[in-house]
Every structure is written in structure tokens, then in C-alpha cells.
């Protein structure tokens, strides 16, 4: 099935294949500095932070200290993994899997 986002146009087009076009992490790393403010770059980490502790089924309380994120930004991850596009649980299974990969290369 494929997913197509309201949102899109040929802008968000541009933007897709511009990550896709990205090979190492310091490619990402250099675009992200480039293309977000830094205020802009914490919020998506805070978030994909968010989703690894929800992911883990931590409670919000704890992912609110540890996070610093308001209960209002966990409830939207936690929505947006439930009921989302898929998105942060393709990322956190394919994350999940290759730290077993590793843990398992390494024993």
C-alpha cells in the first residue's frame, strides 16, 4: 500500500529525495545544520526520543522527567504511534533490530 500525505506537493517531493539522497551520518548530520534551526532539530529529537521510551512502554510520567517534553507532546507521539502513519515504528523496529543484530555480533 502506499501512503500519500495531505500535505504533499513538489516541495515535500524535494525534500524527501534530498534524505533519501543522503548516505552517511555525517551527510545527515551536515543537512540537518543547514536545513533546521537548532530549536528545530531538539523538537524532532525530543519527539523521536518520546517514541523510544513510549515504544518501550514507559509512562509518561517518567518520559516526562526524563524527557522534559509536556504530557500533551508524549500524548501526541503516543497518538502518532498508535494511530499514525507508521512512521516512528518502522524507525524504532528497524533501530530495535539492529541493536539485537549488534548485541548479537558482539557476543
Avoid at 500533551?72 to 502518532?80: F, G, M, P, Y
Amino acid at each position: 500500500m502506499s501512503f500519500t500525505p495531505h500535505w504533499k506537493d513538489k516541495n515535500s517531493e524535494l525534500l524527501v529525495k534530498a534524505l533519501l539522497s543522503l548516505k552517511t551520518e555525517e551527510e545527515v548530520w551536515r543537512l540537518l545544520d543547514d536545513l533546521c534551526t537548532i530549536a528545530e532539530v531538539k523538537a524532532m529529537t525530543q519527539r523521536i526520543h518520546v517514541a523510544k521510551l513510549l515504544f518501550e512502554d514507559t509512562t509518561y510520567n517518567i518520559i516526562a522527567r526524563e524527557t522534559g517534553a509536556s504530557t500533551a507532546t508524549i500524548s501526541r507521539v503516543n497518538r502518532c504511534l498508535n494511530y499514525g502513519a507508521d512512521g516512528y515504528r518502522t524507525v524504532l523496529d528497524r533501530l530495535k533490530k539492529e541493536a539485537e543484530d549488534e548485541k548479537q555480533t558482539n557476543t
